[in-house]
Nanobody
């Protein structure tokens, strides 16, 4: 089991910034890729960004590329999502997730094994 705890969400004005953190514990050696997803009520979970623990390969959704940056600190088993130039449409619950293999798509939430409880991000327009 891998336990994930997100933090850093909150209320921010459009154009502002927030930094989300995700701390992993437990069988972290089984985690290969970490992802950030977001979901609004009644909508499907949407890919935001992903990063591999080894090599730091990154992937971004088109909607956030150039505004969001995913990073990791292996020694702390932590992943971060720096969100700049936030827009009202970025308002969602953001989830951190762990994927135990490089096979399959890092962009598909079905491929991820463990999830955090989520953190609310609200951007006022």
């Amino acid at each position: 089991q891998v336990q994930l705890v997100e933090s850093g969400g909150g209320l921010v004005q459009a154009g502002g910034s927030l930094r989300l953190s995700c701390a992993a514990s437990g069988r972290t050696f089984s985690s290969v890729v970490m992802g950030w997803f977001r979901q609004a009520p009644g909508k499907e979970r949407e890919f935001v960004a992903a990063i591999s623990w080894i090599g730091g390969l990154t992937y971004y959704a088109v909607s956030v590329k150039g505004r969001f940056t995913i990073s990791r600190v292996n020694a702390k088993n932590s992943v971060y999502l720096q969100m700049n130039d936030l827009k009202h449409e970025d308002t969602d619950i953001y989830y951190c997730a762990s994927k135990g293999t490089r096979s399959g798509s890092d962009l598909n939430h079905y491929e991820y094994d463990y999830w955090g409880q989520g953190t609310q991000v609200t951007v006022s327009s």
